[in-house]
């Protein structure tokens, strides 16, 4: 087997497997602080305990992605993937919320294994395949989230909470493994400027593809994460019981990523063919329109399949923008890159809660469908009026590269 092929299937399985073990453990977290006694202002620990990490991984991405260029971004998967399995293994033995605070601040603070995947493929894979190849990342990462909470929710019910983070904890470990001994980076040239994040946002902000992108990652990451405290309401509403509803909640959570897992190596291909850009407005346009589509069912059945139908554009979105960071930076850079990439993804896993919560709580839950939707539509209008700019810009770096 070629290697950048052997390489996308040992981070496939390595992402799938962090993406479970991630979604294994998080859906459970406010049940387990009931179980250790956490009785009072149990939703505000676990909005604390759920953005605490997102906070310290937006701080620390950009760290990491300058040490990412300096060693290289397997010794930066590995490393985030040990810290992973020591963090999810001492959450088996907390006994009160400070503790689970300061484990989440620490996996923020020492993450980094999808993002460092995704930069050794952007750099280990030939580029006419870099398309395929993200997507197929992509893929991993919603199939490891439609699975996890299944195994989560398995495994809390044999063994209990406890173990069932320590059993998240052995995934990453195997997935590591896996990882040290299968993956190769070749194409790897360490970068001789001295490391510092402030140089880093210089650069960056020099570089106006890449801003663009950085931009548009973090519209996207927050019109994504508008809906997560609104849809188990809604799905209320729509079912007309509040029986199963977390069984429902999951699968039309679910739905947008089984989407990606079927459609997203697709997209991958076609946009190795006409440009990424064609791709992401396509996806963001699609994206938009199904989203503030989802208002007009008021049916389940319904409700459900347009979701999906808008999970089938979506999943085009964020392969694309991981291929744009690919195409606008240079290979020294590239690891800063997705670490500013990572953070920008970060901020928008923020506050897009924070906004539909509180959006929710005013207006009708329509209102955080047509708002996500809008985002999406403005992300797309700015990737169309720039869209110039950034296809001359991405032949130029090509072009200096050679």
């Not at 990412?68 to 971004?73: N, Q, V």
């Not at 930076?329 to 901020?347: M, S």
């Not at 209008?381 to 110039?388: K, L, P, Q």
């Not at 296809?391 to 050679?402: E, I, W």
């Amino acid at each position: 087997m070629l290697r950048w092929k052997r390489n996308l299937w040992v981070l496939w399985i390595g992402v799938f497997f962090t993406s479970a073990s991630f979604s294994m453990v998080i859906p459970f977290l406010p049940i387990f602080l009931l179980q250790i006694g956490v009785h009072d202002h149990t939703e505000m620990w676990s909005g604390l305990l759920f953005g605490s990490a997102f906070f310290a991984g937006a701080l620390a991405s950009p760290f990491w992605g300058s040490v990412a260029d300096k060693y290289g971004r397997k010794p930066m998967i590995i490393r985030a993937g040990f810290a992973l399995f020591v963090i999810y293994t001492l959450m088996a033995f907390v006994t009160n919320p400070y503790e689970i605070l300061v484990l989440r601040i620490l996996q923020g603070l020492l993450s980094g294994f999808i993002p460092g995947a995704i930069a050794l493929i952007g750099t280990n894979t030939p580029n006419e395949k870099v398309g395929y190849a993200l997507s197929m990342i992509s893929s991993a990462s919603a199939s490891g989230g439609i699975v996890g909470p299944l195994l989560g929710g398995g495994m809390a019910e044999l063994v209990g909470n406890r173990w069932a983070f320590a059993s998240a904890g052995f995934i990453v470990f195997i997935a590591t493994f896996l990882i040290i001994f299968l993956v190769t980076e070749e194409n790897f040239t360490p970068s001789k400027k001295r490391g510092s994040v402030k140089n880093d946002f210089k650069t960056a902000l020099e570089n106006r593809p890449l801003m663009l992108v950085l931009i548009l990652t973090v519209i996207t990451a927050c019109s994504v994460m508008t809906i997560e405290p609104v849809l188990p309401l809604y799905i209320v509403k729509l079912s007309g019981s509040a029986d199963n509803t977390s069984l429902l909640a999951g699968i039309v959570f679910s739905l947008p990523g089984i989407a990606s897992a079927f459609f997203a190596p697709l997209w991958g291909k076609w946009a190795d063919k006409v440009g990424f850009q064609k791709v992401l407005f396509i996806g963001l346009l699609g994206g938009g329109i199904f989203t503030i589509g989802q208002i007009l069912f008021t049916h389940l059945w319904g409700f459900s399949m347009i979701r999906f139908v808008s999970g089938i554009f979506f999943c085009a979105v964020f392969p694309a923008l991981n291929g744009l960071v690919v195409k606008s930076t240079t290979e020294d850079f590239r690891g800063r890159a997705f670490g500013l990439n990572q953070t920008a993804t970060q901020i928008g896993g923020m506050t897009g809660p924070l906004i539909g919560g509180l959006l929710g709580g005013i207006f009708p839950v329509q209102s955080v469908f047509m708002l996500t939707g809008i985002l999406l539509l403005v992300a797309m209008v700015m990737a169309y009026w720039n869209s110039n700019e950034l296809n001359s810009s991405l032949k130029r770096k090509a072009v200096s590269s050679k």
